[in-house]
């Protein structure tokens, strides 16, 4: 394995960007030069389940359909994520833009982006930046985009969810395939990335592929903007190459008592402190959606389990059975061995069941539980019990 | 489309691509468990007991929602698919009221089915969430009992009502732990737009949604000595029953069901077929009535199309949803209602018995007709005139529990006075039926013949289309009817609430101009009712309606106004149709009720 060293790197909040001029030049290249270009660079999706940006593009574009659509998800509901939101507040036209990239190349006339609820203070300002922005591109492109708000749930960031949402339903996620590339909002095609995804993909049609694939492993090609949190002298949004160990990292941002850190948020990993080492951060190691959450000893990791697993037993949609009492089981579960009400092997049941959560839930949210259970109960097995 | 091959367990499969890997399965009768899915409904797939194993996927797949792709190899019963299914059986165990010697749907029920494939070892796996929750249960109804803590959350309800019905009475509220079905601000469903069809209790396939019943009121009304107990059943029942007392669907049963009653108890067997065939000369009277005001008269206040009024689901429905046509419907009461309104009148006149003593059951294949005995409209007889109203299932568990082996018993015939009918009457059982046995009286009103179709059988108004728009030219009147000539009698039948309300969006456009409307509020009509035998699908309803069509086409009279008996309640006690008596005891009207 390749491992990097920590690098700072600064793309995308680099205020160099004369945007219309970039989507200029973007707009003088045919469709496939700047799918190729995504492709060629490696853009995964900075959602989460990290699918190739220049794919997803590809599929949508392909799909025949008369309409289709470009969403950029800002839900931002990960617990210790908070990197979509300074995007947005920092550098809107950016992530603006690569909706407007994306719209030419899938022929997208209409693009929404979905706001976490939380964050409607940014909506006064995001409009200024809109109108101003679409009045820069009236020119070049016939697009508009549109802001819908979240109301509060985590689900909803789910890309199917979201749609559902979007068309004033409950927000639960639908059944796939279908994907979103062939149905997605209103069952048309759909393009979903996330805030950052957009402006990585914007970056790279400014800077060309090569200045982005030059960065990270082959896996995980490229930078991504981190969310620091927990116990860090220094916490904050940093972009960094990816492909660093974990150890590099909380060199730098640990507090010299780290225990372990989670990678990913509630849907991440719990990495230990003797496992720093030899894990990488990115797709071949564990992959994060910007959440870094460092604990130092102080911290009893049954409650940060317990914290997770109440996240998710109130946030499932419930409609799946898994996830739904799943969740439940989980939580009631550590609190029984934990009072001694039921013996210490159950915890070996409990991860059967989170086994069954990952391979039997609809969505990715009961698919994930398991992430966290199952690294903080096997790494940390006496502090579950005692 | 084109085919394609899987391979299920190691079998080569061809199979139409689009189809799922639970039709793929079923196809070579390879049985995957399921509890969320059902044949009416979309596709939820939420409840995770159909996985399977495909190769080279990551996941279990949920075989109901994933459509097979060629080359696809699957794997029903691999260790990981069985411990997976086995854990989420127990999952749902866990969150599960299941008090089943208790439950009405005890040895009917999907979840216990699975269960008892499934538990091996007489432990619950996990912890008992119920005693966290607070489940509550909804008896308020006098048609449905909602109880919480027997749901497993698979929203068949929810989709039925939505889907189906376009009511949606019943949907999703909260997530996570707290998620559960409900209704708008979770009132009762007493106080909802619910119209009490029954639909959703048809598919649910636990305890969670069912009709309340009345078996210990009606025994104790048998056992009463001093009671005098009349029942009657209604024409859907008939090609019903069977199916909850062991035989295929399609069977005609009516002389083994007659027989059933007669052992049971009840003192008089009668046959709400008597009243289909009397509402048909009511109601195609209405009609002609109506017609004659609108064409002749030219009276701008006679409300045209006129729509059928027997079945209380769509009553309901059109109360709360169009109450801007409640007068478009026709004023009769519905033959369960007629019926009940001529037991403890006619009926106790005719055979010297005191009304304050007679008790009025009837066996519907309906739920909603519990709703519509109860409403304060249908007590014209001076006395409640239906006392007591049970579904085809709740007869076929007093059967059981009268210790009657059904199969064996003796075909035998309904009691008189009001026992006799046509198979105009008959057909009331399925969707168009009412509209054919109209059209068979009120046709040969018009013009002194018999309808020009075959047999009498107007097929086009027949069959499981959702909407049918049939149009009738009346030539060579009689006389009376002259101003009828050459009209274009302009029918239009819907069965199931989503068809009746695309038809009264089209009336209220503009774009549907009739003159007669039929509406069934069931899918199939009441051989698809909510008191009927569960489970139900396509098949069985269609099996269900040829036995309806069956029976007949095997009566010697066919057309309501050649009954016997109507005829002599007409001679003895109503006078003639649309009569100040018939109005008092067999017409009604409703009243708007809030959507919301
Ligand atoms: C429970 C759940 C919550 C999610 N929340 C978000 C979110 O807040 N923001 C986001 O971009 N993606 C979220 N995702 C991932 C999206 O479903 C989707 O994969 C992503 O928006 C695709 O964008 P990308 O290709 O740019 O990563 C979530 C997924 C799950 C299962
Ligand atoms: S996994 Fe959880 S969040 Fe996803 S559909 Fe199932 S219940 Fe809903
Ligand atoms: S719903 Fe089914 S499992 Fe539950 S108590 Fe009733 S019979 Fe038993
Ligand atoms: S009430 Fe019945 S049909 Fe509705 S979700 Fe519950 S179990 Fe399913
Ligand atoms: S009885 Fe009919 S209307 Fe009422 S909730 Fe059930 S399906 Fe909906
Ligand atoms: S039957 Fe397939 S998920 Fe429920």
New binding site residues.
């Given amino acids: 394995m390749t491992y990097k060293k920590l690098k700072r790197i600064d793309l995308i909040f680099h205020e160099d960007c004369e945007c219309h001029k970039v989507l200029e030049k973007t707009f003088s290249k045919s469709n496939d030069e700047i799918i190729n270009d995504l492709l060629e660079s490696g853009l995964k ?7 190739p ?1 220049g794919l ?1 593009w590809k599929f949508t574009a392909e799909q025949p359909s008369d309409e289709r659509f470009v969403i950029c ?1 800002a ?4 617990p210790g994520t908070f990197k ?1 939101r300074e995007i947005l507040f920092k550098v809107p036209d950016k992530v603006f833009s690569g909706m407007a990239v994306c719209a030419k190349v899938i022929g997208a006339k209409k693009g929404y982006i979905y706001l976490r609820g939380e964050y409607r203070f940014l909506l006064p300002e995001l409009r200024k930046a809109l109108d101003k922005f679409h009045n820069d591109i009236k020119d070049l492109i016939d697009f508009e985009i549109l802001i819908q708000m979240g109301s509060g749930a ?2 909803c ?3 199917s969810a979201l749609f559902e949402s979007m068309e004033g339903k409950r927000g639960e996620p639908r059944n796939k395939p279908p994907y979103p590339t062939v149905a997605g909002f209103r069952n048309k095609p759909t393009v ?4 950052e ?1 957009l402006v990585y993909a914007f970056m790279i049609c400014m800077h060309g592929p090569m200045k982005f694939k030059e960065l990270g492993t082959s896996d995980s090609r490229g930078s991504k903007v981190f969310s620091v949190s927990g116990d860090t002298p220094i916490p904050g949004i940093y972009e960094l190459e990816l492909g660093m160990a974990l150890d590099q990292f909380v060199e730098e941002f640990g507090d010299g008592d780290t225990k372990a850190v989670q990678v990913g948020g509630a ?1 991440g990993f719990c990495v230990p402190r003797k496992k720093l080492k030899e894990t990488i951060i990115g797709f071949e190691g564990v992959p994060t ?1 910007g959440s870094m959450k460092v604990f130092n000893s102080s911290r009893s990791m049954y409650n940060v389990l317990h914290n997770y697993l109440e996240f998710f037993e109130e946030e499932s949609c419930g409609q799946c059975t898994p996830c739904r009492v799943g969740c439940q089981q989980l939580i009631k579960g550590i609190e029984a061995v934990k009072k001694g009400e039921k013996k210490a092997v159950y915890l070996e049941q409990l991860l059967k069941l989170s086994e069954t959560m990952k391979l039997a839930s609809k ?3 009961g698919q ?1 539980v398991a992430n966290s259970f199952s690294s903080i109960v096997g790494n940390f097995r006496e502090e579950m019990i005692y | 489309m084109a085919n394609i091959n899987i391979k299920i367990d190691g079998v080569e499969v061809e199979i139409e691509e689009g189809k799922t890997i639970l039709d793929a399965a079923r196809a070579i009768n390879v049985h995957i468990p399921t509890l969320c899915y059902h044949e009416d409904l979309c596709v939820a797939g939420n409840c995770r007991v159909c996985m399977v194993e495909v190769k080279g996927a990551r996941a279990l797949v949920a075989s109901c929602a994933m459509p097979a792709s060629d080359g696809m190899e699957i794997q029903t019963n691999s260790l990981k698919v069985r411990s997976a299914r086995k854990n989420v059986i127990e999952l749902l165990l866990s969150e599960h009221n299941a008090d089943c010697t208790n439950c009405y749907k005890n040895k009917k029920c999907e979840l216990q089915d699975l269960a008892s494939e499934y538990k091996t070892s007489g432990e619950a796996v996990y912890l008992d969430l119920v005693p966290l929750k607070n489940y509550t249960i909804d008896d308020f109804s006098p048609s449905i009992i909602k109880d919480d803590s027997k749901c497993i959350r698979c929203q068949r309800c929810v989709r039925t009502c939505e889907e189906l019905q376009h009511v949606s009475a019943l949907g999703v509220a909260y997530k996570g732990d707290k998620m559960k079905i409900s209704t708008f601000f979770e009132n009762p469903m007493y106080d909802v737009v619910c119209t009490n069809c029954g639909q959703c209790i048809n598919r649910c396939p636990t305890g969670s949604l069912i009709e309340r019943n009345y078996v210990d009121e009606v025994w104790d009304a048998i056992y009463d000595e001093n009671k005098h107990v009349v029942v009657q059943t209604a024409p859907a029942t008939r090609v019903a029953l069977g199916e909850d007392l062991g035989m295929e669907p399609g069977k005609v049963v009516t002389g083994k069901m007659v027989s059933a009653l007669k052992r049971l108890g009840f003192d008089s067997v009668l046959d709400t077929d008597f009243s289909a065939d009397l509402t048909i000369m009511e109601e195609g009277t209405e009609l002609l009535t109506r017609l004659k005001k609108a064409l002749v008269d030219k009276d701008p206040t006679v409300k045209l199309p006129m729509a059928t009024s027997c079945s209380p689901g769509w009553i309901k429905f059109i109360e709360h949803t169009f109450p801007e046509y409640l007068d478009n419907l026709s004023t009769c009461k519905s033959p369960q209602q007629m019926f009940g309104a001529l037991a403890k009148t006619y009926y106790a006149q005719k055979k010297k018995i005191n009304p304050a003593n007679i008790v009025s059951v009837s066996i519907m294949p309906c739920v909603a007709k519990k709703f519509e005995a109860d409403r304060p409209e249908m007590r014209d007889s001076g006395y409640k005139d239906v006392d007591y109203v049970l579904t085809t299932r709740e007869l076929a568990r007093m059967i059981k529990q009268g210790g009657l082996d059904f199969g064996a018993l003796p075909e035998e015939r309904y009691d008189s006075i009001m026992g006799e009918s046509t198979g105009a009457a008959v057909i009331f059982g399925a969707t168009g039926g009412v509209m054919e046995a109209a059209l068979r009286t009120a046709y040969e009103i018009v013009t002194g013949r018999e309808v020009p179709f075959e047999n009498l059988n107007i097929t086009p108004v027949r069959g499981m289309d959702g909407v049918k728009e049939v149009s009738v030219k009346i030539e060579g009147t009689v006389p009376e009817w002259s101003f009828l000539e050459g009209v274009e009698l302009k029918t239009v039948t819907a069965h199931g609430l989503t068809n009746a309300k695309y038809v009264m969006e089209r009336v209220k456009s503009g774009e549907g101009a009739y003159h007669f409307i039929e509406v069934m509020g069931c899918p199939g009509g009441c051989i698809g009712g909510g008191g009927q035998p569960i489970p139900t699908n396509m098949e069985i309803r269609k099996k269900r309606t040829e036995a309806i069509y069956m029976e007949d086409s095997g009566k010697p009279l066919r057309k309501s106004h050649e009954n016997p008996e109507v005829i002599a309640i007409y001679k003895e006690f109503l006078g003639e149709p649309l009569s100040h008596k018939s109005h008092e005891l067999l017409h009604t009207h409703y009243k708007a009720r809030q959507r919301y």
């Fill in positions: 999706g900075r959602g989460g389940a990290g699918f940006t997803k998800n839900d931002e509901g990960e979509d985590y689900i960031g789910e890309e979903i990335n996330n805030v995804t849907a959606g969505c990715g949210l994930s």
